[in-house]
Structures are given as C-alpha cells and as structure tokens.
C-alpha cells in the first residue's frame, strides 16, 4: 500500500475540503501513478471528486453506515478496507486522502508518492511532514518543475520500517 498526496511547503494539503493549489502536471502524475489500481479515499474528498475514478477500484472509507454512491466499494473500518484490499497487489493500492484518511493509514504504507509544491497558501488540513518522522526517508527527489509560476517536485519516500 502507497499514499500518494500534493502537498504545500508547510505539508498543507487543503482548504475546506479542497485542494489549495493544482498544478496540472500532479493531475497527470496522480492519474498515470494509481491508473489501473485502488485507491482509499475518505467519504468527503470523494465528495468533492463528484464521483468514482475511472479505470480505479474506489474504497470509500466512512463512518457513515448509510452511505452509498454507485460504482464504489464503502468500508467503515481500517480492518474492513484490508479485507478489501487483501488479494491486490500492495504496489497498485494507493491512500489518497482526505487528512483523517492519511492519518489511518500512513504506518501500513511502503511508499509515499509526494508533489511537493513551493507555497505555502492557507491550508486548514496537513499531511504528516515525512521529513520529521524517524520511519520515512526521501529515496527518489524529483527535479525541480515550474508550472503557472509554481515550482515544484516529485518526490518519493520509502517507509524504512516496512521495506
């Protein structure tokens, strides 16, 4: 399992429920890298998506029991998205938010896939900063990029404690 999340220079990742800044260029990455897989995704973020995405097994985690919406796989624990995810391959499932979510599952990922993006606009939700965590280690920093004035870099972390 990976989590894969744009995050500020402050490790923000959001404003009332929505992405601060979107840079095209993570859009794209974001759909190439969990193209194909599962991604676990929180009832409000799928929310604010409008609806499943393509070509992706979606687990919605919630606490709300009654929650539907079609073409989605709705868990209500961690252990419930496990036995979801049990017979996938672990390098294809892909944590994608919102905070809460992150929170939940980061200790179970191998990898964090991070667009980190020079700015710091406000942000009322956060990733963990992966730099300050004992377990986490930069093994591939990206190039710096710049898009609409924005620069920015793919980064990946492994989880030292699992790989």
């Not at 490790?11 to 969990?34: A, P």
């Not at 979606?58 to 209500?76: L, P, Q, S, Y």
């Not at 963990?128 to 920093?141: C, Q, R």
Request: hydrophobic share 40%; with cysteine; proline share 4%.
């Amino acid at each position: 399992m990976n989590a894969i999340v744009a995050v500020n220079s402050d490790w923000g990742i959001g404003y009332n429920n929505t992405q601060s800044i979107v840079i095209d260029e993570d859009r794209k990455f974001f759909k190439t890298t969990t193209d194909g897989g599962t991604v676990i995704v929180g009832r409000t973020t799928f929310e604010d998506f409008g609806s499943p995405l393509p070509n992706r097994r979606n687990i919605v985690m919630t606490r709300d029991e009654d929650f539907t919406a079609e073409g989605i796989f709705v868990a209500h624990t961690i252990d419930e998205v496990l036995a979801l995810v049990a017979n996938d391959d672990p390098d294809k499932v892909f944590v994608i938010g919102g905070g809460s979510i992150y929170n939940m599952f980061l200790h179970l990922c191998s990898y964090a896939y991070i667009t980190k993006i020079d700015a710091a606009p406000l942000s009322n939700v956060f990733f963990p900063n992966l730099d300050e965590l004992p377990d986490w280690t930069v093994d591939i920093k990206g190039e710096t990029l710049e898009s609409v004035g924005v620069k920015y870099s793919f980064d990946r972390y492994v989880n030292t404690s699992i790989r």
